[in-house]
């Protein structure tokens, strides 16, 4: 690190809560939390809310819930109720007045009061003469009291190294003076951020590529503070499989669409740490202790990440089939209609899905038939090959003679005396005697009113021999 930087490694995300929490946000705030422990530094996190019209607090309080739900949390920050809470630029404005003053009484930035109609048109006339639009400095040799603060941008170039992407180069004579605060009392976004870095003296900016153009204005005005410049990473865009960048007119893109749907934690930290990252080998399954000891900025990627969602569903599916069956029935919970089910069947109910989820929500529909009284299915749902309706009344009649005497109610016992109900017919109808679908496929569209479900022995045993009569009923009703 340069001399007049922190030695110690202080990162920041700096979220502003003016909408639901982006996954990308989600994925900047896990690099910066995953370089800090690693380097044994420290983790902020800093609202951006100095934009009062659109900032709310119930988009604070969701980055708060959401960040801590995926297990990343913050090393400082005022207390709220024993907890770390974030910064916010709103309750800095002090700090920044200070700062505004100086570079005023400097002659480093000024006062403008041009007409917001008179800056358009000027602007409109360099775009028809092929120039860029900038600011044409009418006020900087003005001794205006009043009106927004302009910095002074001269015509220079500013490099600057980036870690994931090298030498990085700007021209700033096509810039022209930037407005830096509407007002003493309102900064904008480039300032404070400057001011706020400096102070907390974060060693690391490590965000989006999108910022990759507002960090040669901030260096601008960190020279003219007087403060030192952090060591810069901006790290790829998410996009879309047609790589473009990722919007919500192609799917979802607020991290609590994808809590809500039951994605778990642990799938999209391992996940998203992958959009961008390549950790040189095979390996695709990380946890957090090892990706902390593993990650690295300079094994970031500069292109863009394909958010895949066919990966996070197999991810997420991996992490659902390592969960304990009581573990996961408790996840699912809110997935589930209102029921008065006891907890071990519930349990079985979850167990006989298990292998088969890839997001704890797919549980609604999947196991819906358990909860309800009577199941509606197209007839022909029933038929397996070349049967009949006669064929298939006679198998649904076997089968309810057949559970009727069953004592010892088990998918066990189930499953032998059904698989011997299955050989007798398929000898009394010429069937193949190795394919016991005759009989056991109508039985369990019947149980489950479903082309694919767990057999049918797991279903009867969770319905119990009652619900599981009605429905062979209700089934031969149908034919």
Same mark, same amino acid.
């Given at each position: !690190?340069?001399?007049?930087?922190?030695?110690?490694?202080?990162?920041?995300?700096?979220?502003?809560?003016?909408?639901?929490?982006?996954?990308?946000?989600?994925?900047?705030?896990?690099?910066?939390?995953?370089?800090?422990?690693?380097?044994?530094?420290?983790?902020?996190?800093?609202?951006?809310?100095?934009?009062?019209?659109?900032?709310?607090?119930?988009?604070?309080? =969701?980055?708060?819930?959401?960040?801590?739900?995926?297990?990343?949390?913050?090393?400082?920050?005022?207390?709220?109720?024993?907890?770390?809470?974030?910064?916010?630029?709103?309750?800095?404005?002090?700090?920044?007045?200070?700062?505004?003053?100086?570079?005023?009484?400097?002659?480093?930035?000024?006062?403008?009061?041009?007409?917001?109609?008179?800056?358009?048109?000027?602007?409109?006339?360099?775009?028809?003469? *092929?120039?860029?639009?900038?600011?044409?400095?009418?006020?900087?040799?003005?001794?205006?009291?009043?009106?927004?603060?302009?910095?002074?941008?001269?015509?220079?170039?500013?490099?600057?190294?980036?870690?994931?992407?090298?030498?990085?180069?700007?021209?700033?004579?096509?810039? *022209?003076?930037?407005?830096?605060?509407?007002?003493?009392? =309102?900064?904008?976004?480039?300032?404070?951020?400057?001011?706020?870095?400096?102070?907390?003296?974060?060693?690391?900016?490590?965000?989006?590529?999108?910022?990759?153009?507002?960090?040669?204005?901030?260096?601008?005005?960190?020279?003219?503070?007087?403060?030192?410049?952090?060591?810069?990473?901006?790290?790829?865009?998410?996009?879309?499989?047609?790589?473009?960048? !990722?919007?919500?007119?192609?799917?979802?893109?607020?991290?609590?669409?994808?809590?809500?749907?039951?994605?778990?934690?642990?799938?999209?930290?391992?996940?998203?740490?992958?959009?961008?990252?390549?950790?040189?080998?095979?390996?695709?399954?990380?946890?957090?202790?090892?990706?902390?000891?593993?990650?690295?900025?300079?094994?970031?990627?500069?292109?863009?990440?394909?958010?895949?969602?066919?990966?996070?569903?197999?991810?997420?599916?991996?992490?659902?089939?390592?969960?304990?069956?009581?573990?996961?029935?408790?996840?699912?919970?809110?997935?589930?209609?209102?029921?008065?089910?006891?907890?071990?069947?519930?349990?079985?109910?979850?167990?006989?899905?298990? =292998?088969?989820?890839?997001?704890?929500?797919?549980?609604?529909?999947?196991?819906?038939?358990?909860?309800?009284?009577?199941?509606?299915?197209?007839?022909?749902?029933?038929?397996?090959?070349? !049967?009949?309706?006669?064929?298939?009344?006679?198998?649904?009649?076997?089968?309810?003679?057949?559970?009727?005497?069953?004592?010892?109610?088990?998918?066990?016992?189930?499953?032998?005396?059904?698989?011997?109900?299955?050989?007798?017919?398929?000898?009394?109808?010429?069937?193949?005697?190795?394919?016991?679908?005759?009989?056991?496929?109508?039985?369990?569209?019947?149980?489950?009113?479903?082309?694919?479900?767990? *057999?049918?022995?797991?279903?009867?045993?969770?319905? *119990?021999?009652?619900?599981?009569?009605?429905?062979?009923?209700?089934?031969?009703?149908?034919?």
């Amino acid at each position: !690190m340069k001399k007049d930087q922190p030695k110690k490694v202080r990162v920041r995300l700096a979220p502003s809560p003016t909408g639901p929490v982006h996954i990308g946000t989600a994925r900047t705030a896990l690099y910066n939390y995953l370089f800090a422990k690693q380097h044994n530094g420290e983790f902020l996190i800093r609202i951006e809310d100095t934009d009062k019209e659109r900032s709310e607090q119930k988009w604070t309080d =969701e980055i708060i819930e959401q960040l801590h739900w995926l297990g990343i949390d913050w090393d400082e920050g005022p207390d709220i109720g024993g907890k770390f809470g974030p910064y916010k630029q709103s309750q800095r404005h002090d700090m920044y007045r200070k700062y505004l003053e100086k570079l005023l009484e400097e002659k480093k930035a000024y006062y403008c009061n041009c007409k917001p109609e008179d800056l358009e048109a000027k602007r409109q006339d360099q775009m028809s003469r *092929g120039l860029a639009p900038k600011y044409d400095g009418t006020c900087r040799n003005k001794h205006n009291t009043s009106g927004v603060i302009r910095f002074i941008v001269h015509d220079k170039k500013i490099v600057f190294c980036d870690v994931i992407r090298g030498d990085v180069a700007f021209d700033m004579g096509l810039l *022209g003076d930037m407005v830096i605060a509407k007002s003493l009392e =309102e900064p904008l976004f480039h300032f404070v951020v400057v001011v706020d870095d400096f102070l907390m003296q974060i060693s690391h900016v490590i965000r989006g590529e999108d910022h990759l153009s507002n960090t040669p204005r901030q260096i601008l005005l960190q020279e003219a503070m007087g403060f030192y410049q952090p060591i810069y990473a901006h790290i790829p865009l998410f996009l879309n499989a047609d790589k473009s960048k !990722m919007s919500k007119r192609q799917g979802d893109v607020a991290l609590k669409e994808y809590h809500d749907k039951g994605y778990l934690p642990e799938a999209l930290i391992n996940f998203m740490v992958l959009l961008g990252w390549n950790p040189g080998t095979e390996k695709e399954i990380f946890s957090l202790s090892e990706l902390i000891k593993e990650f690295s900025l300079e094994k970031v990627q500069k292109s863009g990440a394909i958010f895949n969602i066919q990966r996070l569903d197999f991810i997420n599916g991996f992490y659902i089939r390592k969960k304990s069956v009581a573990a996961l029935t408790k996840l699912c919970l809110p997935f589930l209609p209102d029921n008065d089910f006891p907890e071990k069947t519930l349990e079985k109910i979850v167990g006989a899905y298990q =292998e088969r989820l890839k997001k704890l929500s797919d549980i609604t529909e999947m196991a819906d038939f358990f909860f309800k009284e009577t199941l509606q299915y197209d007839k022909h749902l029933l038929k397996w090959k070349e !049967m009949q309706d006669s064929d298939i009344k006679e198998a649904l009649l076997l089968c309810d003679t057949t559970v009727r005497e069953i004592k010892t109610w088990n998918a066990k016992n189930l499953e032998k005396e059904l698989f011997a109900a299955a050989e007798k017919f398929n000898i009394q109808k010429g069937y193949p005697l190795q394919n016991k679908g005759y009989l056991l496929w109508p039985l369990r569209v019947a149980l489950s009113g479903k082309q694919a479900s767990p *057999g049918p022995f797991e279903i009867a045993e969770i319905l *119990g021999k009652e619900k599981t009569l009605k429905r062979i009923q209700d089934a031969i009703r149908q034919l």
